[in-house]
């Protein structure tokens, strides 16, 4: 049994917009009340907890100031509270920053843990009886655990329903396969396929940028101006929505046919920093098809394998592994000084990356030292050996 997420889109009417916007009022107020209160119990060396807050949240609900409150869902805002319970308990164990504040431009959503259906084309959540106009282009396989309503900038309103299902791998086969991602081409495999970059962001840059000038011309809380916000929001989430289908073609079809894939671990936050090739690498989304690269296999019962980040994959020759720590970004072939082989740069680096990933697999591991066992590369050491991948 594995947990799989169904998103469509939802029509509610002008009624219950109303409704749904009280109940994302309702969750970020919740939300920010709490953080603002822990952040005053913390300061007074004293503690908090979840059940302490779901108790007084009852409470806080029962006075006239907050009776408000009782329009929104009460499932959900526990469910707020847990959230914020998680996000203090992620930053104590350092694996995430101290929680924020929310605002009215955050991502306006709100959870409903259980009480969901789909029937004759209607949503049926507690609170909306009556039943909310969905699209449901596909049939729901499973039971379902819970759903997420949210709202986008653009004013379109969607529905992530999660089910446990039981999903069939697909038949093993002793097929592998090393993908090097790059910016030219998104992604070139070991087996020689090359799948194209589509640039969705490139592409519509200058129709987004002719509506933003038009966004800002407008007068400050006028109706035109949120007209042109609108205009704007939806071409965003355009170019988002063309490159996430983009990238579940790829992905889903690589998985389809490997058994064993693998993957660089390349640090994409540092890459982000080079103000030349910025906006490129956040337009081809590295860490999306990575992380579906990755979900995909668990499903399907195939491998993925990550390399070690400052593995030399475009500076080692695939023949007789001679490292040319020459090599620059602009060289796209380069003639190995050992074996004098002309080498593509993107297929070495692909194969390299499968004959490590392999090795990594057969010996029970994915993790390598790059410079010892227990020491670690200084910053120029790791600058040049993984030029893909810098440190900046």
Not at 31 to 54: G, V
Not at 316 to 322: K, L, P, Q
């Amino acid at each position: 049994m594995a947990h799989y997420t169904y998103k469509f889109r939802i029509y509610p009417n002008d009624e219950q917009q109303q409704k749904l916007a009280k109940c994302f009022g309702c969750q970020r107020f919740i939300y920010n009340y709490f953080l603002n209160k822990r952040n005053e119990i913390y300061q007074n060396n004293e503690t908090s907890t979840y059940n302490k807050d779901a108790a007084e949240l009852t409470q806080l609900k029962k006075q006239d100031e907050y009776i408000w409150l009782k329009e929104g869902l009460s499932q959900s805002l526990q469910r707020t509270l847990r959230n914020l319970d998680t996000a203090f308990n992620s930053f104590f164990a350092k694996r995430s920053k101290f929680p924020k504040f929310k605002s009215r431009r955050h991502k306006q959503s709100f959870c409903i843990p259980q009480n969901s259906k789909v029937e004759d084309n209607k949503l049926y959540i507690p609170k909306f009886k009556e039943g909310i106009k969905i699209k449901q282009h596909r049939v729901m396989e499973g039971e379902i655990i819970n759903s997420t309503i949210s709202k986008k900038p653009c004013g379109h309103y969607y529905v992530t329903i999660t089910v446990e299902r039981n999903i069939e791998k697909y038949k093993p086969n002793n097929k592998s396969v090393g993908v090097d991602l790059g910016i030219k081409e998104l992604a070139i495999l070991s087996d020689g396929t090359r799948y194209k970059n589509i640039k969705p962001y490139r592409t519509l840059e200058k129709r987004l940028a002719r509506l933003q000038r038009k966004h800002s011309k407008k007068v400050k809380g006028s109706a035109n101006r949120n007209k042109a916000r609108v205009k704007v929001a939806r071409l965003h989430e355009k170019i988002t929505n063309i490159r996430n289908n983009h990238l579940h073609q790829i992905t889903s079809k690589i998985v389809s046919e490997n058994q064993t894939i693998c993957l660089e671990d390349l640090n994409v936050k540092g890459m982000l920093k080079n103000r030349k090739l910025a906006k490129s690498i956040a337009d081809v989304s590295f860490c999306e098809f990575v992380r579906q690269i990755e979900y995909k296999s668990s499903w399907y019962g195939r491998t993925a394998i990550k390399i070690d980040r400052w593995y030399p994959s475009s500076k080692t020759c695939r023949h007789c592994h001679f490292v040319n720590q020459d090599l620059t970004l602009n060289d796209r072939d380069w003639n190995c000084p050992r074996c004098d082989r002309k080498l593509d740069r993107d297929l070495n680096a692909a194969k390299n990356i499968e004959r490590e990933g392999l090795r990594l697999n057969t010996v029970g591991t994915t993790e390598i030292k790059a410079c010892g066992e227990n020491a670690r590369p200084s910053a120029r050491r790791r600058f040049s050996v993984k030029q893909e991948a810098p440190t900046l």
